[in-house]
């Protein structure tokens, strides 16, 4: 079997940097460019900030780690940061719409790259119909504290846990249509909603601090204690089987054991690197982008966690009513109900900014995943509005079936296990391009990358044993349906493999030598080219060799003395003026004349037509030549 057959059929053919940001076959940035810095720090901050931002605190302190969990969020914040680097790098290098899907292609092969890119569809679709069955509850619960009259017939079809739910439903089909009409529309209701959402977060620290006693902060760090009975991670297994201990919250363990459920909070950042097709400079943009949309989101949630410890405390916290949303139920206990209504606006907007994003980039990886023949090519089909229209109404009509037909809210940690599965292969991509394209323009360079890679992947594989077993099992049946799509259908229909399976092109003529100097002999042995000749005569054979000096580029005498572009070029490229005997005034010129207009038309060639006048430059009414407009 020749090599080239071996390419063809091999699972592991990599995608070419060059072919992937579209530098040597074209047209592959094809959506339209939308996106600037400041909206790059938006959009990561339209997902990464959603309604955890206003429970998750108060749960990881009143339940596993206490005040401590001020520590377990600059953790989770901490790993969040190691994996960023390793995605500003690679998108620094590999701008498309792809992200970890793209830059597994390229680094280690298209195998890898399909179960990188499945694991995201599975992450994004998972999480869009979550976050809509949320923004369900929320919604219901807010028209209960607004006062709004709920008729009997529509309370059993909203805030469902399961089964049909006309708000979740609603959510999700007015989102794919927006995005279907055009990014702009949605890019301008996304800032709207992120900035009216920022400034609820505002007023949420502003008002808490007022209630703030430094008492609750103590002790920091609580007595240890055995954690409840409950699903079992794979860590615990592990720690069990191995030692016999029990799982335990609060104290140092706790602290720790905090951060896994709070890196779900800041998970978005990665998504900014789906936009990079429609960035403009998206090398150096997207990696600022995704950096400074994460550093802010750690600030802000770091902020939230100490305004809401420092006013309940952690035994407060575990004593309010479970029904209500727990940063709107903490004001209320302490007579700040008006801040609880806002609190109650102020998640909805972030679920629906966080479901905007997602579907945002379920399509663009769709579109990528598509585009490279591994799912059917006709989802990549962009619509007038140069956006993936069709993926977008496919991605949009899965989620929403998914939403109503499964019980989405139990399975959540399927989100985080998809996005930290591909966090691996993103920080491994960083040292295996810089060996295998150590060429390659890197705007974004990982600092001391050998030692930050090997910390990033420890940190994400310790978050992902800390995932119930459960979800383990069920990763792994998503997975092995992936591997028989591939094989079943991708493999075949691989633009790679099209590509590699393509016949040769024609060969190219060989590129002609450098003309000589002016006043040099060509090279010896070089055939002179026949002299000057009519423009309408036959073409001469090629030649091979240097330019001889009467038919160089430049010299004084052109080799085409006759029709319309008659001038000689001087060398150098300047038209020459006509000499003029001594004595001899220079001829006057009107402003119509030729002069020495190198592209004016010589007197004695008649006009082109004009198409759209019907008369040339001498004026004179032109008949159209035959043929019709298309000639050859």
């Known amino acids: 079997m020749t090599l080239d057959m071996r390419m063809r059929n091999n699972m592991f053919r990599r995608l070419p940097v060059e072919r992937a940001t579209g530098r040597l076959y074209g047209g592959r940035h094809r959506l339209r460019v939308v996106y600037r810095t400041r909206d790059l720090v938006v959009l990561g901050l339209g997902v990464m900030i959603g309604s955890g931002i ?94 709004v009259p709920i008729p009997g017939w529509l309370g059993d079809l909203i805030g469902q846990q399961k089964g049909p739910d006309v708000f979740a439903f609603g959510i999700l089909l007015l989102v794919a249509l927006m995005l279907a009409g055009g990014s702009r529309m949605s890019l301008k209701t996304l800032w709207f909603m992120v900035l009216a959402k920022v ?19 103590t002790p920091f760090l609580p007595p240890s204690r055995p954690a409840p009975a409950g699903d079992k991670t794979v860590l615990d297994a592990v720690l069990g089987a191995v030692g016999g201990g029990t799982p335990h919250v609060f104290g140092t363990w706790g602290m720790l054991a905090a951060a896994p459920a709070i890196a779900f909070a800041y998970i978005g950042f990665d998504l900014i690197a789906t936009a990079s097709e429609e960035t403009d400079d998206a090398p150096r943009k997207v990696p600022r982008g995704i950096i400074t949309a994460l550093v802010t989101a750690i600030v802000l949630y770091v902020a939230v966690a100490f305004a809401l410890v420092g006013m309940m405390g952690m035994d407060g916290i575990a004593k309010l009513t479970p029904d209500k949303l727990l940063l709107a139920a903490a004001f209320d206990s302490v007579g700040a ?27 663009r990886v769709v579109f990528s995943i598509s585009r490279d023949g591994l799912l059917p090519r006709p989802l990549a089909a962009m619509s007038r509005y140069k956006v993936p229209s069709r993926a977008t109404l496919v991605a949009g009509g899965a989620a929403l079936v998914m939403s109503q037909t499964i019980d989405v809210l139990t399975l959540e940690q399927l989100v985080v296990i998809g996005t930290l599965f591909a966090f691996l292969f993103v920080a491994a991509a960083v040292p295996a391009l810089r060996r295998s394209r150590p060429d390659l323009h890197r705007p974004f360079r990982v600092p001391a990358a050998p030692l930050v890679v090997l910390l990033t992947i420890i940190a994400v594989g310790w978050l992902m044993l800390n995932l119930n077993v459960q979800t383990w099992g069920y990763f792994a049946v998503w997975m092995g349906v992936g591997l028989v799509l591939y094989m079943v259908y991708g493999r075949r229909k691989s ?31 070089t055939a002179p080219l026949p002299g000057p000749r009519d423009v309408h005569s036959s073409p001469a054979p090629y030649e091979t060799g240097a330019w001889p000096a009467e038919r160089r580029p430049g010299a004084p005498e052109s080799p085409y003395p006759t029709g319309r572009y008659s001038a000689g070029r001087q060398p ?21 004349a030729p002069g020495d207009d190198p592209y004016t038309l010589d007197p004695g060639v008649p006009a082109p037509y004009d198409p759209r006048g019907g008369r040339g430059q001498s004026g004179e009414h032109q008949e159209p030549p035959p043929g019709g407009r298309h000639r050859r």
């Open 54 to 147: 206003f429970k998750i605190a108060g749960e990881q302190a009143s339940s596993t780690a206490g005040p401590g969990v001020l520590v377990s969020f600059l953790i989770a914040g901490g790993v969040c940061v190691l994996a960023a680097l390793a995605f500003a790098e690679l998108s620094s290098i590999i701008p498309v719409a792809g992200s970890a899907y793209s830059f597994s292609y390229v680094a280690f092969g298209e195998v890898w790259a399909w179960v990188v890119g499945w694991a995201l569809i599975m992450e994004l679709l998972l999480a869009a119909s979550v976050l809509a069955r949320v923004w369900s509850l929320y919604a219901t619960q807010a028209l209960h504290d607004f006062g």
């Open 199 to 217: 400034i609820v977060i505002g007023l949420v620290i502003a008002t808490a601090l007022k209630f703030f006693h430094p008492g609750n902060l």
């Open 495 to 525: 633009q790679m493999k099209l590509l590699l399976d393509a016949p040769p092109e024609r060969p190219v003529a060989a590129r002609l030598a450098p003309a000589p100097p002016p006043g040099m002999a060509p090279p010896p042995g």
């Open 337 to 363: 109900g008006a801040m609880g209504k806002i609190v109650d606006v102020g998640a909805m907007l972030a679920l629906t900014t966080v479901i905007l994003v997602l579907m945002i980039s379920l399509t």
């Open 572 to 592: 150098g490229g300047q038209f020459a003026r006509q000499p003029r005997r001594p004595g001899q005034r220079a001829p006057e010129r009107s402003p119509s």
